[in-house]
């Protein structure tokens, strides 16, 4: 390497101009431009000031073959703070995007035992939660949390599941503001046998709007019909209900005469 590429190099690794260099210096412009183009060498003391000025050896400078070994450790560390400081940014970007994702070792059935994927933006199929117990802004598994979720169990904002608990549900037995499930309980209860603000069942409905074969509530219709009055009891709702479904579950007949003396 000749001493013009040295010196544009050298001068360029700092962001410095050639005008810069020349103030620096005490010459002109010209001169600076000359020295880099290898149309001009400069005297000795400028060689000085410009190994002081760049932190090397004047042999560096003036050598065509040389030991580059100082230069190119500055280099090397302006360049590794250059990557390190890339490399932050990125991990920022990619820990903003993917949020964090595990996976375990262990498996069941060929379905990783637990699988989490919480992400501030999905990205794709990856970005779902697979497993015997899913947890993630979209899960699936036996055990599924998630703000979508599908599972034997489900809990989220949206859920579906043999039991599901959300703002939607929808499974066997379901929770939820809207659910629907052949239990459901919720504002909104649509099922074979439900409990809620507004229920309708295909068996019976315990609720203030109350729609079903059976129906227990402030507003109830149906073929058997139990409006709510002053002092109705747990147990006056379970005789009700025992009387006109005798071979109902016994817990639920504790959950339906529960709801159909408490909701008011």
Same mark, same amino acid.
């Given at each position: 390497?000749?001493?013009?590429?040295?010196?544009?190099?050298? %001068?360029?690794?700092?962001?410095?101009?050639?005008?810069?260099?020349?103030?620096?210096?005490?010459?002109?412009?010209?001169?600076?431009?000359?020295?880099?183009?290898?149309?001009?060498?400069?005297?000795?003391?400028?060689?000085?000031?410009?190994?002081?000025?760049?932190?090397?050896?004047?042999?560096?400078?003036?050598?065509?073959?040389?030991?580059?070994?100082?230069?190119?450790?500055?280099?090397?560390?302006?360049?590794?703070?250059?990557?390190?400081?890339?490399? %932050?940014?990125?991990?920022?970007?990619?820990?903003?995007?993917?949020?964090? %994702?595990?996976?375990?070792?262990?498996?069941?059935?060929?379905?990783?035992?637990?699988?989490?994927?919480?992400?501030?933006?999905?990205?794709?199929?990856?970005?779902?939660?697979?497993?015997?117990?899913?947890?993630?802004?979209?899960?699936?598994?036996?055990?599924?949390?998630?703000?979508?979720?599908?599972?034997?169990?489900?809990?989220?904002?949206?859920?579906?599941?043999?039991?599901?608990?959300?703002?939607?549900?929808?499974?066997?037995?379901?929770?939820?503001?809207?659910?629907?499930?052949?239990?459901?309980?919720?504002?909104?209860?649509?099922?074979?046998?439900?409990?809620?603000?507004?229920?309708?069942?295909?068996?019976?409905?315990?609720?203030?709007?109350?729609?079903?074969?059976?129906?227990?509530?402030?507003?109830?219709?149906?073929?058997?019909?139990? !409006?709510?009055?002053?002092? !109705?009891?747990?147990?006056?709702?379970?005789?009700?209900?025992?009387?006109?479904?005798?071979? !109902?579950?016994?817990?639920?007949?504790?959950?339906?005469?529960?709801?159909?003396?408490?909701?008011?």
């Amino acid at each position: 390497m000749e001493f013009s590429e040295k010196l544009t190099l050298q %001068r360029k690794r700092r962001g410095l101009s050639q005008e810069q260099i020349a103030d620096r210096l005490g010459v002109t412009r010209q001169s600076v431009s000359k020295w880099e183009s290898g149309a001009a060498v400069p005297e000795l003391g400028k060689l000085i000031a410009l190994s002081e000025l760049f932190g090397v050896s004047v042999d560096y400078l003036v050598k065509n073959t040389w030991d580059e070994e100082r230069p190119r450790q500055e280099g090397d560390r302006e360049d590794a703070a250059a990557q390190t400081r890339m490399e %932050r940014q990125v991990a920022e970007l990619h820990r903003m995007f993917r949020g964090y %994702r595990y996976t375990s070792a262990a498996r069941v059935f060929g379905l990783p035992l637990v699988s989490i994927r919480l992400c501030r933006r999905m990205m794709g199929r990856d970005d779902v939660a697979r497993g015997i117990i899913a947890i993630g802004n979209a899960a699936v598994g036996v055990v599924a949390i998630g703000a979508f979720s599908v599972g034997l169990f489900g809990l989220g904002a949206f859920s579906a599941g043999l039991a599901a608990v959300g703002a939607l549900a929808v499974g066997g037995v379901s929770f939820g503001a809207l659910s629907v499930g052949i239990v459901a309980v919720g504002s909104c209860a649509v099922g074979v046998w439900t409990c809620g603000v507004a229920s309708a069942a295909k068996e019976i409905a315990v609720g203030v709007a109350a729609f079903a074969e059976t129906a227990v509530g402030k507003d109830a219709e149906g073929a058997h019909v139990l !409006l709510w009055g002053d002092g !109705l009891t747990k147990a006056q709702v379970e005789e009700f209900l025992l009387r006109h479904h005798p071979g !109902l579950w016994k817990p639920l007949v504790h959950l339906l005469s529960f709801f159909g003396a408490n909701i008011r």
